[in-house]
C-alpha cells in the first residue's frame, strides 16, 4: 500500500489485530513513501499514546471521543508537560535517537490529534469539541454513528448521512479540518469534492478479500 500513492493511510489497532511489534514495520514502510501513516489506537489511553508517538507516529486519531473532556484528554496526551502529560523519553525512534536536537520544540506543530466522532450525541457535540485547543481535525465514524441510529451494519444509511454532512459541512467553514471512512470509491470521490479534507476510501483486508473473490469467480467462470 505505501507505493500505492495514497495522500495518507490509516493504521489501525481499535479493529484489528495490529500491536506495537507489528505497528513499528508498518510506521517503517511508510517513512519512505509520499503517504502519511496516521495511527488509532484502541482507546483514548494516554500510555498507549505515549508509546505510540515515541515510536515516531506523525498522527494518532482518537476512537470513539464522546465529550469535550474526552477530546482534551486526547489533546494532553500528544503534549509535553506543562501543556499536557506526555512523559519525556530522551533517545526514541521519533527523534532519531536523540540526533533530532529541536525534536521538543517541533514535535507539537508536527504531530495530528484527529477526533473520532461514532455516536449522535457526539456528533452533536461537534463544533464544542472541535473548538478544543490541540484538536486538529474532526473525523466522522457512519458505521458506529449508523449502530447508534439503529442502522448497525448500515454505514451508508441515509439517515447516518442526513446527520453528518450538515455538521461536517459547519465545521468546513470553520476552517476545520473533517474526514471519515466509506467503502464506495465514487461517495468518496463526492465527499473530497465536497469539502472533506481527509477520506479513507477502503481497506487492506477489504481490498484482498474482494481482489481474492474476483479471482477465484474468474477462474471458476473460465473452467470447462
Known amino acids: 500500500v505505501a507505493p500505492a500513492g495514497f495522500?495518507?493511510?490509516?493504521?489501525?489497532?481499535?479493529?484489528?489485530?495490529?500491536?506495537?511489534?507489528?505497528?513499528?514495520?508498518?510506521?517503517?514502510?511508510f517513512e519512505g513513501s509520499g503517504t502519511t501513516a496516521?495511527?488509532?489506537?484502541?482507546?483514548?489511553?494516554?500510555?498507549k499514546v505515549k508509546r505510540l508517538l515515541d515510536m515516531g507516529a506523525p498522527g494518532v486519531l482518537f476512537p470513539m471521543v464522546q465529550t469535550?473532556?474526552?477530546a482534551r484528554a486526547a489533546v494532553a496526551a500528544c503534549r509535553y508537560p506543562p501543556r499536557g502529560i506526555r512523559g519525556v523519553a530522551g533517545t526514541m525512534r521519533a527523534n532519531k535517537f536523540g540526533r533530532v536536537t529541536d525534536y521538543f520544540e517541533a514535535v507539537e506543530a508536527q504531530t495530528a490529534v484527529l477526533i473520532q466522532l461514532e455516536t449522535?450525541?457526539?456528533?452533536?457535540?461537534?463544533?464544542?469539541?472541535?473548538?478544543?485547543?490541540?484538536?486538529d481535525g474532526?473525523?466522522?465514524g457512519p458505521a458506529d454513528i449508523g449502530?447508534?441510529?439503529g442502522h448497525v451494519g448500515k454505514p451508508m444509511h441515509p439517515d447516518v448521512w442526513a446527520l453528518v454532512r450538515p455538521v461536517a459541512k459547519e465545521l468546513?467553514?470553520?476552517?476545520?479540518?473533517v474526514g471519515t471512512l466509506v467503502s464506495d470509491p465514487a461517495f468518496a470521490a463526492e465527499l473530497v469534492n465536497d469539502g472533506f479534507t481527509f477520506v479513507a476510501c477502503g481497506s487492506d483486508a477489504g481490498i484482498l478479500a474482494r481482489g481474492a473473490d474476483t479471482l477465484l469467480r474468474g477462474v471458476k467462470a473460465a473452467l470447462d
Open 172 to 177: 468546513m467553514a470553520q476552517g476545520v479540518p
Open 38 to 47: 496516521i495511527v488509532r489506537p484502541d482507546w483514548n489511553d494516554a500510555v
Open 7 to 29: 495522500d495518507w493511510a490509516l493504521l489501525d489497532m481499535e479493529h484489528s489485530p495490529n500491536e506495537l511489534s507489528s505497528l513499528l514495520g508498518q510506521l517503517q514502510a
Open 147 to 149: 449502530a447508534d441510529m
Open 120 to 135: 449522535v450525541s457526539a456528533v452533536r457535540r461537534a463544533q464544542d469539541i472541535a473548538a478544543v485547543e490541540g484538536v
Open 68 to 70: 469535550v473532556a474526552e
Open 138 to 140: 474532526i473525523f466522522f
